[in-house]
């Protein structure tokens, strides 16, 4: 390295994207994974806000049922938003739309740290949920687009680790904010994350748009947005969500419920039939023909569901039953997405000799022997043992979910194009934030209906045990992966 003749190391004064740009390929990738992961982990460090539950419910004085409404606005809104600007960042850029998200989020989270009642907090959570969904959509695409083909599984694998190790890290931090700045401390703390990703996307590299749509002259031709299809699928989501809340209310209407469920349903072929003739549609719904691609959704769906059990149902049992202080709640339940991020490890280091369905069958079974271990924990444990047995079933749980999630996204990106990829990363937030829906309403309705955590979790788990076995005998039933090392 030379010196100007001022003395000046030239390093010091070039800019930051021109020294980034100066590195070997592989380091800028590195670099540019790092500045995606850090504005991605506003979604899962959302775990914090569930430490938070019992302190929400108290401040505002709510029954257990409400505290759901803390969940499903953010989690629906952030469904379809996931989903829209996937294909947003599909279309315009995925850099574009994901500085935009993190714009957005840093105003969101101001937003509910300050509300001042329950009403307006449930409001700024949709909001929120927006607002998260617009960064999450494309950070998938972008974590793989980083690197050459070969590299993608692992990218996804360091990508799917570092979200976990958000969600892990998650309650433990709102363990410790709940004890310093009451329960805002947990939205405020994702403010200056949001600022901080946001002022280094001049260093994460831009990728031009890879979809056109031919005018018949081999150039590429812009079609105007999926209007029609974004509305239908707001509505189908919107209508399917408030049919399983109204369902699983033991004070709802039956009849309510059913025309609602009747409406989603519905809708959901009427969007199939809109997304069929767009020209660029939201939702790509000739994809979900194919059994294999439909069934990968919807175990990732289920095992989502299952497994957000740790976190709605034991912050109660862990500060009730056994006594423990938040700070020690928010510890132990870190457990769960701490074994996440190790099963996103080893799915990374698996990559290539096992193939995608291996992983997969591998991760429902491990969740579904965590789920089980800790009904008989609660169930059978005395006091004394219970939170040491608790977080062993948790990690369980989490360790196989983080190597499903890994082989599923994975899959995911395979099966679709990659002018898709946008899409493809939506689908992988979607389906877990669908499952995250199901779990905040069918899991409080369990545990009503079976007057028993340690029974909602034999049934969770035993459904996830019998999910394996459907999966197992599709997975034999199909000829398998080229990747495959068995």
Known sequence: MHERADGVDPLRVRPPARIISAMPPHHRALVGLAIVCLGALLSPLDTAVNTAFPVITAAFSLPLADIQWVVIPYVLSQSIFALVFGHLGDRFGHRRIFALGLLACALAHAAVAIAPDYGTLVVMRIFQGAAVGMTVACAPALATLLFPPAGKALALARYAAAFSFAMAIGPWIGGLLLAAFDWPGVFWFRVPIALLALALIPLLPSFAPVRAV?????HGKSHGFDWAGTVALAAVLVCLTFALVVLTDPEGSIGLGLALLALGIAGGVGFGRIESRAAQPVLRTGHFAAGRFTG???AS???????????LLLPYVLAGRIGASIVLTGLVLSVYPGGSVIGSIVAGRLAGRWSHDRQMLAGIAIAAVGLLATA???QAAPAGSLAALLALGMFATGFGQGL?????????TDLLPIEERGTAGSLVNVTRLLGLVLGATGIGWLRWSTGSDAASFWILGGGVAVMWVLFAIRARASRPSPRSSV
């Open 214 to 218: 031919s005018d018949g002259h081999g």
């Open 296 to 298: 990968i959704q919807l």
């Open 301 to 311: 769906v289920a095992i989502s569901c299952a497994c957000f059990a740790n976190l």
């Open 376 to 378: 008989l924990a609660l």
């Open 404 to 412: 499903f999630q890994v082989g599923y996204m994975d899959a995911t």
